[in-house]
Structures are given as structure tokens and as C-alpha cells.
């Protein structure tokens, strides 16, 4: 028999995994199908997590009680979610930090740019990559055997047990084994499927652009459900934000972020409006824009701004389109002239002009015009005037494996007594759409820590009976 246990992947949940495994005593080899230099999954590419707690703790200000997480979730998956689960993941949030600390995770107060979510996130310092490296390093000391360029193509399970994972001709045998291979974001073909072709004649999905890792092509994913494993969740959800057109397909991050929608107004490359820009916070917002834009003839839309929301927000990596009139900002970015004037004109002469506030939901608003904007609507009439491209950028998929309190895979309802899965292959769970900040991680690591105690735990007893 091989090793105890084995993890099959490299980013946050299957390293909180491993990690738990090996406190708890046991042998644990862990497969990442990228090489050394791109380890880590789209966990190397994050900022924070969500976290619950009752009172100021470090770099977490005021509180952020278990009632509200749990209502912040609840609003934004519209109650697609398994609250015992959601709650599960919300009270580990709360007790995590310390035990994060003693693997080398270091946290920080956000820095200006992300100060609305002080009392709600914590930062990690370094970002997700320094979160990764910490862990790989701490695995190292505790004896994990890691092995990259590892991509597990199947498994073979019998009645609902796993036996061993195969990496092209290599047989790998373990008593138990946790899932942690992320969503099926970065396989184009199988978004494609998944979205289908739209009443347009267009397959959304090939305009789509990947954040981050190209290593998470949903092959574990597919082959579990096509061996009967419980599924969860909808192939067509997924975190999906707005960035910027001239993003690389995979990795490009959060730099690619066009953080200027509700100081503007955003146009199809109709030149029509199609959303209303100002409905809420924007943290409360970007991720509903990516599934908006997806909508769109070609999958593209511009963010319009003035030179009056410069300042304003985090300024991309690269600069907008930029003309010192509208009718040349149009021409410049390729869309017709009089409709961008007629959209333009007509939102402008709709703007109810109240004290413009970007901190609060102002009174500055639209009348007559569809779809209003319902704050922080002000004229655009002072040059000069920027557009950013912007195309849907895909953060991670919510179709994954149903699983309980246990971090069990399921199969006709069954627990499987040695197979576990975590993170981005069993968030869909928690999360049936929608997304709040922060949540991503704390599900990772809640539902990592669990899979990996869990899979020590049956594979020393399995030891102590053989
Ligand atoms: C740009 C960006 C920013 C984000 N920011 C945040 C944030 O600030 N806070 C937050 O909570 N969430 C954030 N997220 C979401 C967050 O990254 C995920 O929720 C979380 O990292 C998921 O962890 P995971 O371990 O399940 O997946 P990943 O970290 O993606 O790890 C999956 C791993 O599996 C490996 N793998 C895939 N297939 C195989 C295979 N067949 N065999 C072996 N290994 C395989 C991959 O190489 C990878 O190492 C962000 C995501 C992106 C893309």
C-alpha cells in the first residue's frame, strides 16, 4: 500500500488538507498537476478571506457576527445554498486565522483601496501567493511527499470506495484520498457546452477570458461525475467579473479588474446602455458583471467614464481609450457615432444631479431614461473622456460534488468512507450563484481542513485494523 493519504491538487484546499493530515499522523502525498513554477491554483492569485467574528480580532475591525455572514450568503445565492454547510463554513472562518498563523500566513490591514471590507475580510500578507508558499513550506517540514507536473487523469473507485489515481501509466495506490482539483473554469470546450450558442448565432464562451490558473480543466470534475458521484450545482454559474478585454486568456488576475462601471456608464457594442451602472456598491456588484456582459452581442462591452471619476478608483494596469470629445471617444473605439451620441445625450439629459457621494448611495439619479441609473448618475461632459474594453472574465465554476459535514463524495446519497473533496469542486454547495467576497478561501479552507482530519482519521483506522 502507498502512502495514507493522497491529495489531488496544489492550491488552498488541498494543501489545508494535507497540512490536516499530517498533524493528525499520517503519510500524505500530494499530486499538483502544474510544475513547481505554477503551483498553487487560483489560490495564488487571491487577496482575503471572509471571516466571522464577534468582536475587533487583529487586522478585523468591529464585528461581523454568524446572522449576518450567513444573510450576506444567503442574499447573494438568491438561497441556493445548504445553510448547515454555509454555517459550518461561517464558524470556521472565525477559528482558522490562528491555526493559518502557525503554517507561516502572515495577515495585514487592507490597504486604501479595499478599506469597505476591513470589518468583513482579512488580507493575507503577500497576497495568495505568500498564503501558498507558506503552506508548501510548511508541508515540507511535516513530510508531505509533493510531486508536480502530477495531473490525475482518472480514478479507480470501487462501491463507492477509492482504490487508486492514475497519472498517465503511473498506478497510485492510497488508503484514502481527498479531491481538491479545483472547477472545470480554465476548459474552454466544456464552457463552451455549457453555454451553448446564444440567439445570435455566437458561442458566448469562446470570448470569455480565464483569471487565473489554466490548470483547472475540470478533468477529476467530469470523470467523477461520469462514475456516479452526486453532483451540485449548475455548469452555467460561476464567479464572473467584467475585465479588461486586453487581458491574457488565463492567469491574468485581479490587475485586469475595470473598476470604473458605476462612475460612468457601460454600452454593448451596439452603443445601447443595458444595465443599470449605479444599483449598488461596487464591491456588491462586479461580480454580476461579467454574466451581463456575457449576454452581449460579441461579448464586449465598454465602461464609459469622464474626467471626473478619475481619482475615483483603483486605475487599471493599462490605460483606457482616451479622446477629448465623445464623438472621437466612439470613432476611437469602434462603435457607431450618432447611436453613442444618442445614448449619451439621453442619459445625460436624464441625470438628477443630487450630492454626488461615491461612499454612500447618493441621490444622483436617472429619470426617463432605460435602464435608469439609480446612483451616483452625473452628466458625462467633461473631457478628456476614457472607454474601457471590457470582456467576461471567469474567476471559478459552481458545478462540483455534493458532500455533507464530513467532506464526504457522495454517491446515490452514500458517503464514501475514503474519499473527500474541497474548495472550488464542492463550493457549489455553499454557493449555488452569486458571490460574496472572500467566501471562495473560506470555503477552501474550512472544507480542506475537514477532508484532510477526515481522510487521516479513516486511513489510520483502516492501519489499525489491517
Ligand atoms: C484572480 C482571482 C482572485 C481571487 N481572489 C479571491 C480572494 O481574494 N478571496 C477568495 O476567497 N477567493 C478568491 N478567488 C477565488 C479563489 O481563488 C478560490 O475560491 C480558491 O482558491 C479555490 O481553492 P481551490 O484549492 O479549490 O482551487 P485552486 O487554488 O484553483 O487549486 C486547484 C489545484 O488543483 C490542481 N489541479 C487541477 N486539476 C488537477 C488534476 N487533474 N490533478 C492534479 N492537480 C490538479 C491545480 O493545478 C491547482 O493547483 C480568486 C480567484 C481568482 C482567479
Known amino acids: 500500500m502507498g502512502t495514507d493519504v493522497l491529495v489531488i491538487g496544489g492550491g488552498n484546499a488541498a494543501l489545508c488538507a494535507a497540512l490536516m493530515a499530517a498533524e493528525a499522523g499520517a503519510s500524505v502525498t500530494l499530486l499538483e498537476a502544474a510544475p513547481r513554477e505554477w503551483r498553487g491554483g487560483n489560490s495564488g492569485h487571491t487577496r482575503n478571506l471572509r471571516c466571522m467574528h464577534d468582536a475587533p480580532q487583529d487586522v478585523l475591525v468591529e464585528a461581523y457576527p454568524e446572522e449576518e455572514f450567513w444573510q450576506d450568503l444567503l442574499k447573494v445565492t438568491g438561497g441556493i445554498t445548504n445553510e448547515k454547510l454555509a454555517r459550518l463554513t461561517i464558524r470556521a472562518s472565525s477559528t ?30 503577500g497576497g495568495g501567493k505568500a498564503l501558498v508558499n507558506a503552506y508548501y513550506r510548511s508541508a515540507e517540514k511535516l513530510g508531505v511527499q509533493i510531486r508536480y507536473n502530477a495531473p490525475v487523469e482518472r ?48 458561442w458566448p464562451a469562446d470570448n470569455f477570458l480565464i483569471r487565473g490558473t489554466r490548470y483547472n480543466q475540470g478533468v477529476l470534475l467530469k470523470h467523477m461525475l461520469a462514475q456516479g458521484a452526486d453532483p451540485i450545482g449548475d455548469a452555467t454559474q460561476a464567479h464572473m467579473v467584467a475585465i479588461d478585454a486586453r487581458a491574457p486568456l488565463y492567469d491574468g488576475g485581479i490587475c485586469t479588474r475595470i473598476d470604473c462601471v458605476s462612475l460612468g456608464v457601460v454600452v454593448n457594442t451596439e ?81 438628477r444631479m443630487g450630492t454626488f457621494d461615491h461612499t454612500t448611495l447618493d441621490d444622483c439619479h436617472t429619470e426617463g431614461v432605460t435602464p435608469a441609473k439609480t446612483h451616483w448618475a452625473r452628466t458625462i461632459d467633461t473631457g478628456p473622456f476614457y472607454a474601457y474594453a471590457v470582456r467576461p472574465g471567469v474567476t471559478f465554476t459552481y458545478l462540483g460534488l455534493e458532500t455533507d459535514d464530513t467532506a464526504a463524495v457522495r454517491f446515490g446519497g452514500v458517503p464514501s468512507d475514503n474519499l473527500f473533496v474541497a474548495g472550488e469542486m464542492m463550493a457549489g454547495n455553499v454557493l449555488g450563484k452569486g458571490y460574496t467576497a472572500g467566501v471562495g478561501m473560506s470555503i477552501g479552507t474550512a472544507f480542506g481542513r475537514i477532508a484532510g482530519t477526515q481522510a487521516a482519521q479513516a486511513a489510520l483506522r483502516q492501519g489499525a485494523q489491517a
Request: glycine share 8%.
Open 96 to 125: 482558522c486565522r490562528d491555526w493559518m498563523r502557525q503554517h507561516g500566513v502572515h495577515f495585514q490591514p487592507p490597504l486604501s483601496g479595499a478599506l469597505h471590507v476591513a470589518r468583513t475580510n482579512a488580507f493575507f500578507m
Open 155 to 202: 480514478l479507480e473507485i470501487e462501491n463507492g470506495r477509492f482504490v487508486a489515481a492514475w497519472v498517465g501509466n503511473e498506478r497510485l495506490t492510497a488508503k484514502t484520498c481527498v479531491l481538491a482539483a479545483g472547477g472545470f473554469e480554465s476548459n474552454r470546450e466544456w464552457l463552451r457546452e455549457a453555454w451553448g450558442q446564444n440567439e445570435r448565432g455566437e
Open 271 to 351: 452603443a445601447q446602455r443595458f444595465y443599470d451602472e449605479g444599483e449598488d456598491f461596487w464591491p456588491k456588484r462586479y461580480a454580476i458583471w461579467g454574466r451581463l456582459v456575457a449576454q452581449q452581442p460579441g461579448q464586449t462591452a465598454y465602461s464609459i467614464i469622464d474626467s471626473k471619476a478619475i481619482g475615483r478608483f483603483m486605475p487599471p494596469v493599462f490605460d483606457g481609450v482616451k479622446a477629448d470629445t465623445l464623438p472621437e471617444l466612439a470613432q476611437k473605439i469602434g462603435l457607431d457615432v450618432d447611436t453613442f451620441m444618442q445614448t449619451l445625450n439621453s442619459y445625460n439629459a436624464a441625470c
